[in-house]
C-alpha cells in the first residue's frame, strides 16, 4: 500500500494533541496562567527573561538564545517568557519542557535549534494513518504513571521512512509512527524496553524548525523548510522529518503551538549517533535515526 502519511500528518499531530492534554488532565496539571495584560512585543523590543527568577515560579520558561538562531520566515517574531511560561501572540505552552530544551519557535519563523540529549519513552506503530496511535497512546501514559513521569511539552511525533529523499519529496512506500513522551530529565528511571516501549536516550541533535499554529498544513510546512535548505550550502538534511506538538484541545484550536522540523548538519559533517552515551548496566536501546 502506498505511503500515505504525508497526506494524513495532521490527523497524527491531532492525535497528538489529544494524547497531551489527557495526561496533563490525568496528572493534574497546573491551570493555565492568566494572560499578560501588556500586549506582547517583537523582535528586539520583545522583553528577555528576568535572570532572577527563581526556577519555580510558572513553569520555569528561559530565553535561550545561544541554542536557536533566526535563519529564515518572519524574522521578527518573537516569543515571551511571563511567570515562567512561553508567550507568543494569544500562545502559550502550558507543560514544562524538558531540562535544556531550547525555546519554542513562534509562528511562521525558521531557527535552527541546538537539542540536547533527551530521554524518551516511545512507541512506534506500522499504522501511518495515526490510527496506531490512538491505541499507542495508553501504554505510554500507563508507562509515564506507573513509574510517577510528569507529562512534559512537547509531545513528539517522529515519521521514520516518511520519505526516499526529503529534498526531492519522494515519498517512501512504506513508514511508520512513533509517539514519544518526554522524560522532564535522564536522571527519571533507567533506560531499556517497557513491553513495546522503547526508553532510550536521543543523542543531541541540531534541527531546522519553522513554528506552526492551529491546524497547520505539515506537508506545506516541509515545502517552507525545503526550499530554505536549496538556497544555501552550508547545511543538508540528517534525518527523518518530526512534529511538536505542545498543546491540547482545551487551548483554542487557533492557538495551538507546534513546530515542524528536520534534522539537519554541516555538509561534511559525521554522522552523530542516534543513541547518546548511557551510565550504568541497563540494556540498551535499540538505535534509531537522528531526531529529538
Do not use: C
Not at 492525535?15 to 493534574?28: D, E, M, N, P, Y
Amino acid at each position: 500500500m502506498i505511503h500515505s502519511s504525508i497526506s494524513t500528518l495532521a490527523s497524527a499531530a491531532s492525535i497528538a494533541v489529544a494524547a497531551s492534554a489527557f495526561a496533563q488532565a490525568l496528572t493534574h496539571a497546573p491551570p493555565q496562567p492568566d494572560a499578560p495584560k501588556a500586549e506582547p512585543r517583537t523582535g528586539s523590543e520583545a522583553a528577555p527573561a528576568s535572570p532572577s527568577a527563581p526556577a519555580e515560579v510558572g513553569h520555569g520558561a528561559v530565553r535561550t538564545p545561544k541554542l536557536v538562531t533566526r535563519v529564515g520566515g518572519n524574522r521578527e517574531n518573537a516569543i515571551q517568557v511571563v511567570d515562567g511560561v512561553y508567550r507568543f501572540e494569544q500562545a502559550m505552552i502550558e507543560s514544562p519542557l524538558p531540562d535544556g530544551y531550547p525555546e519554542p519557535t513562534p509562528f511562521g519563523a525558521i531557527d535552527i535549534k541546538e537539542y540536547p540529549s533527551v530521554r524518551r519513552a516511545e512507541l512506534t506503530s506500522k499504522d501511518d494513518s495515526g490510527n496506531g496511535m490512538v491505541a499507542g497512546f495508553f501504554p505510554l501514559f500507563n508507562h509515564i504513571k506507573k513509574r510517577d513521569i510528569a507529562m512534559t511539552a512537547p509531545v513528539e511525533m517522529d515519521y521514520p521512512g516518511l520519505y526516499k529523499d526529503f529534498m526531492k519529496d519522494e515519498p517512501s512506500e512504506e513508514g511508520s509512527t512513533t509517539m514519544s513522551f518526554l522524560y522532564r530529565s535522564s536522571k527519571q528511571g533507567p533506560v531499556g524496553t517497557d513491553g513495546k516501549i522503547v526508553v532510550r536516550d536521543a543523542a543531541p541533535v541540531t534541527v531546522l524548525s519553522i513554528g506552526a499554529k492551529g491546524g497547520f498544513d505539515a506537508a506545506a510546512e516541509f515545502d517552507v523548510l525545503r526550499t530554505w535548505l536549496k538556497g544555501q550550502e552550508e547545511w543538508e538534511v540528517a534525518g527523518d522529518p518530526h512534529m511538536f506538538v505542545y498543546n491540547g484541545p482545551f487551548v483554542d484550536p487557533e492557538w495551538r503551538w507546534s513546530e515542524v522540523q528536520v534534522p539537519i548538519r554541516r555538509r561534511g559533517e559525521a554522522v552523530k549517533p542516534a543513541t547518546a552515551p548511557t551510565a550504568g548496566d541497563a540494556p540498551a536501546a535499540p538505535a534509531a535515526k537522528p531526531g529529538a
